[in-house]
């Protein structure tokens, strides 16, 4: 089993790898802002890694953090039917539907 070091060591980015994963997605770094970036993204995967080695064995799921279910709102209806009101302006409707221009033939 792999130490923590050990680990760590295989997940160190240096600017020149936070770089390259930036021209692939086209973003624009300089050395400095690479090297930061190299620099907190290495401090977030040594917190995922400290939360890896902790045992949670007896610890059952949560479906929520709260001790009792979030309150729900009524499901009614709040507002009235416009639907004919705004397709009264549109250039095309049908069905209820607004008809548009074919894009992709």
Do not use: W
Request: hydrophobic content about 35%.
């Amino acid at each position: 089993m792999s130490t923590s070091s050990d680990a760590q060591q295989t997940t160190d980015l240096n600017a020149q790898t936070v770089s390259g994963i930036a021209h692939l997605a086209r973003l624009s770094l300089d050395e400095t802002q690479s090297a930061e970036y190299a620099q907190s993204l290495n401090k977030i995967l040594g917190m995922m890694e400290s939360l890896k080695n902790i045992n949670t064995d007896d610890v059952e799921p949560l479906k929520s953090p709260f001790d009792h279910p979030q309150p729900l709102r009524a499901d009614v209806v709040s507002e009235s039917n416009h639907r004919d009101e705004y397709q009264a302006v549109a250039p095309a409707t049908e069905a209820g539907l607004y008809l548009v221009p074919r894009v992709i033939e």
